[in-house]
């Protein structure tokens, strides 16, 4: 970056500069006069020099004068920056002596910027300057231009001063408000040039002004203005502190706070009309004729004459708020005089008042010792007014023995710092007949925490607490009935406080008894629910009627669904004293019926699922099967063998569909066998790792010895891989998956919400990700077929495939998940007591056959491909469309028969069926059956009986040639 020198006499513009060139990286240097900055350029050589022309001390053009001069500097890049007033004869003189460009102030920063950037890339070397012989007289003639130019403003400064020392005469004598204001607007708009002058002075009710002025404005410009209308927005803001707002701008202030009635305007000044202790309004010239924008000059002289009419406009409303305060003060006195009466009046009724509801007041000095009791005190202590002396000793000498002490300790407890005490005593009478009190004091302290009073109430509750003994009675009564059912039983008093609380509420709270008598819903409930009970027991005592309603409530951290009954409590009068109440816990019981619900869709969907996969399977059969044999009959270069792949290669996409349909309705044909979790998992370690990738860390734990499950060992991979690959997708950023596997006994509590689980041994696959989580609703539908949350993305078909597997196999799958937290998969499968099978494989080449075969399919694409395959392997083939036709076959006289190929789902007779009945006339006769999924008994909980030959369609010709030739060789099969 380059090394730039700014020279000019104002700090604000070189600080302009320095900000503005700062950005760029440069290395800048700043000097305040030409003198400064010519000793600059010896020293540190810039490549560029920002100056001024006009400066004290040395002025640019002598300054550029000097530095070609000297060799050393002489080449140095020039740039003017200047408000010079004869700019054209600046330009002129300024490339006479080799500045390369004059910017005049102020400039736009992008401009700047520009010729800063075109000064700098300017490669050539400067051409050899001369200061020509006119220089010094044009430099000369320029400085006698700007005096003259100072010469003038003096002149106009003094015409100033002028009307500001007349305007000081006028508004020092000017008692009006209106022509004081007038005579300032007129004279402000004099002063500073402008062409529209608006005074305002707001009335402090709403936006309209006492008093509005305007001035330079025709009677119809002066109409148009909406006097309603006060200044908003930047403006008003600004006038609110007593500041002023001056600015230029063409599009005009309307949209700073200016009102809409205003004329537009290209420069305003406001300012506040104020005195030191208040702002009183604001005046508003618009449109400096001859400049650009009003200068600081007009702004500090409009702001000076702004302060001296808001002082003398102070000045003459004082006799007018004085003359208000006489009237206030005359009102202030007769309403005096209406309150004490008032008050009196207040004080009688009072009197009466505590006489009614026997309530005393007392009062006791500690310093005087002093005490005073009232009438209704002497009563309620049976003591004579006229020859009882109040004191603190003869009230406890009233009092029950039994609670003088009582007394005794709440007033020592004030004494040493306490507020006040409230506390039911008991008074005993003359006729031995005990009263009750409730007795309240609160007391006065001095700022230094002295005691100075201590006041207070006694009340005779006497008839309340004969209420609460009667209650109470009652509350044990039903206590004993409550206590033998297992529902919660509870009674409140009108306050919400709990009466009777029967031990089975107090299990649902998990709260003692004791703790909940007497205390209200909020020590047992959130906030929210404390609202939703008080909400409806205000309501019952209300409309007296009762309500039973399913309650949602959180206590002790947990939320629970109660159906609760609840009834107004009424005494022997017949009013409403309360709220009876019984409820019970139903929450298990909501659970289990969404449970069912949720089983009862996912079974619908299911056998919808499972219906159209064996329909689709049928048509794959035909479909995989013909392209096959087209394939085979096809050679290498046949330019129709690509497009016939291509048909199998859909063929086979599909069928892999269909599976997933069949494995999510449990109805897919599974070959489960008992296998070692870990082992299997462990298998798939490295294909996984290859899944996720490698900003995803997976690992695998088994906890122990953990035991063997029976289920399909491709199945169960299927399923892993489907939850991993769900995992990684929740963490697009990476992140960890872990799976744990570990022995697990599912008790009676598990059944309990899980009523298809089996009780006892399990295996339990845990499956974790730390990606982005689920809310609820996801969670809910997670496992239903063709929902998914990846879009286009996704098949919906994942998750529904994995809950088939596992429920086929006898197990459970469940999920856990927060937002933002990751989510985990539990797999429970039955443990197994038996050792893990081995899987042979036989690699003996497939054989053709000469044998009689019995086809029996009921769907005729499928019967004609299979009886074209068997046929050209040798077979020979008896076709029939159904099991009726097929045992009239068997019927003729010579019908022999090897192997029976038989569909297991047909109309009237099924393959099952069909195959029993011919074993019995053959009883060597081989059975294979075909199916895309069966309900029959060929399959009995997706497990396949070892002896029975199955084919799951859709198959392709190989797979049925070597099907038929196993079956027909296996001797254990029949």
């Known amino acids: 970056m380059a090394k730039i020198l700014i020279i000019d006499d104002r700090v604000a513009n070189r600080d302009l500069l320095v900000t503005l060139l700062g950005y760029g990286g440069h290395h800048l240097v700043e000097a305040s006069d030409g003198l400064e900055g010519l000793q600059i350029c010896l020293s540190e050589k810039p490549d560029l020099v920002i100056t001024d022309i006009l400066m004290p001390t040395m002025d640019g053009y002598e300054f550029v004068r000097r530095l070609r001069l000297d060799p050393e500097i002489a080449e140095t890049k020039i740039l003017f920056y200047t408000a010079h007033y004869h700019l054209e004869e600046a330009i002129n003189l300024a490339k006479s002596c080799g500045v390369l460009e004059v910017l005049k102030k102020p400039c736009e920063p992008e401009d700047l910027l520009r010729s800063v950037a075109s000064a700098l890339n300017l490669d050539s070397a400067l051409p050899s300057i001369t200061l020509q012989p006119d220089f010094d007289e044009n430099h000369l003639r320029l400085l006698t231009n700007k005096l003259s130019r100072n010469v003038d403003e003096l002149r106009k400064t003094n015409q100033r001063l002028e009307i500001l020392v007349q305007l ?29 002058a608006v ?51 063409d599009s005009g202030f309307h949209n700073l706070g200016l009102p809409a009635s205003f004329p537009a305007a290209k420069s305003i000044l406001v300012v506040a009309l104020l005195s030191p202790l208040r702002i009183y309004g604001w005046i508003c010239v618009l449109e400096k004729l001859g400049a650009d924008t009003f200068s600081e000059e007009d702004e500090r002289l409009i702001k000076m004459l702004a302060t001296q009419v808001g002082r003398t406009y102070e000045n003459g409303s004082l006799y007018m708020h004085l003359l208000d305060h006489s009237a206030k003060l005359a009102e202030e006195i007769t309403e005096r005089k209406r309150v004490e009466a008032a008050l009196r009046d207040s004080a009688a009724r009072l009197r009466e008042a505590q006489q009614i509801a026997r309530v005393g007041n007392w009062s006791w000095e500690p310093h005087t010792q002093s005490t005073h009791w009232s009438e209704v005190l002497f009563d309620l202590f049976a003591l004579d007014p006229q020859s009882t002396k109040p004191s603190f000793e003869k009230f406890l000498s009233v009092l029950h023995p039994e609670d003088r002490e009582t007394a005794q300790n709440r007033v020592k407890a004030v004494l040493s710092g306490q507020d006040g005490f409230a506390d039911d005593l008991r008074i005993l009478q003359p006729n031995s007949q005990i009263l009750w009190i409730h007795s309240r004091a609160c007391a006065r302290r001095d700022a230094q925490g002295q005691l100075i009073l201590l006041e207070g109430t006694d009340q005779d509750i006497t008839e309340r607490k004969r209420a609460e003994v009667n209650l109470q009675r009652t509350v044990f009564l039903l206590k004993a009935v409550a206590d033998s059912t297992t529902d919660a039983v509870f009674v ?18 998990g709260k003692s008894i004791d703790e909940v008598i007497g205390q209200d819903d909020s020590i047992l409930f959130d906030a929210q629910s404390f609202s939703q009970i008080r909400a409806r027991d205000l309501r019952v005592m209300e409309t007296g009627r009762v309500e039973t309603q399913e309650e949602i409530l959180t206590a002790a951290g947990k939320t629970r669904i109660y159906n609760a009954l609840k009834a107004p409590f009424w ?24 449970q069912l619900r949720q089983a009862q869709k996912m079974e619908a969907v299911g056998r919808l699922a499972g219906g159209i996969a064996h329909d689709f399977n049928n048509l794959l059969t035909v479909i995989n099967g013909y392209g096959e044999l087209v394939l085979s009959l096809l050679k290498a270069n046949d330019p129709a063998r690509e497009m016939i792949q291509e048909i199998v290669g859909a063929g086979e996409r599909a069928s892999s569909l269909t599976r997933q349909l069949l494995a999510f309705s449990r109805k897919s044909i599974v070959e489960p066998k008992i296998v070692d979790p870990v082992s299997l998992v462990t298998d798939l370690d490295k294909l996984l790792r290859r899944v996720v990738g490698e900003d995803i860390e997976l690992s695998v734990m088994s906890s122990g010895n953990v035991g063997v499950i029976q289920i399909d060992p491709g199945q169960f991979e299927q399923v892993i891989m489907n939850m991993v690959v769900n995992a990684r997708d929740a963490m697009p950023k990476g992140g960890f998956v872990t799976i744990e596997l570990q022995n697990i006994n599912l008790d009676e509590s598990y059944i309990g919400k899980h009523p298809d689980a089996i009780y006892g041994p399990h295996v339990l696959i845990a499956i974790t990700d730390s990606g982005i989580g689920m809310d609820a609703v996801t969670q809910s539908r997670i496992f239903e077929p063709f929902f998914t949350t990846k879009g286009e993305h996704g098949t919906g078909l994942g998750l529904a495939t994995a809950h088939g597997i596992i429920k086929q196999a006898g197990g459970q799958v469940s999920v856990y998940s927060e937002l933002g937290k990751g989510t985990t998969f539990k797999i429970y499968l039955p443990r197994i007591d038996s050792p893990v099978q081995t899987t042979k494989k036989d690699s003996k080449p497939i054989s053709q056959g000469s044998e009689s075969i019995l086809l029996v399919e ?54 099952r069926e069909l195959a029993n009945q011919l074993k019995q006339k053959f009883p060597d006769l081989k059975v ?26 859709p198959f392709t010709p190989t797979l049925l040639a070597a099907k038929v030739r196993e079956t027909l060789d296996n001797t254990q099969t029949g």
Request: glycine share 10%; with cysteine.
């Open 571 to 594: 005494d022997a009068n017949g009013k409403v004293i309360g709220v009876i109440g019984i409820s019970r816990d139903v929450t298990d019981q909501r659970q289990l019926e969404d």
């Open 492 to 509: 409140k008093d009108k306050e919400g406080k709990y009466l009777l609380f029967n031990q089975a509420a107090a299990d649902f709270v």
């Open 199 to 249: 005074v305002g002075i707001p009335s402090g009710e709403g936006a309209y002004y006492r008093h509005f002025f305007t001035s330079g404005m025709d009677q119809a410009t002066s109409k148009k203005l909406n006097r309603n209308e006060a200044l908003t927005g930047a403006l008003a803001s600004v006038i609110s502190t007593g500041r002023c707002f001056r600015a230029a701008r």
């Open 858 to 911: 009921d769907e005729e694409m499928v019967r004609s491909l299979s009886k074209h395959i068997l046929i050209s392997l040798g077979y020979r083939v008896t076709e029939a469309t159904n099991g009726e036709e097929a045992l009239a076959l068997v019927e003729k006289p010579g019908s022999s028969f090897r192997l029976l190929i038989t569909d297991v789902v047909m109309p009237k007779i099924g393959g």
């Open 168 to 196: 000081g005469v006028e508004l020092g004598s000017e008692k009006d408000a209106s022509r004081l204001l007038q005579t300032f607007c007129d004279s402000s708009r004099e002063i500073v040039g402008a062409r529209f």
């Open 928 to 953: 294979l059956f075909l199916s895309g999924y069966t309900d029959d008994a060929v399959v009995r909980h997706g497990i396949l009986q070892a002896e029975v030959a199955f084919l799951q369609k």
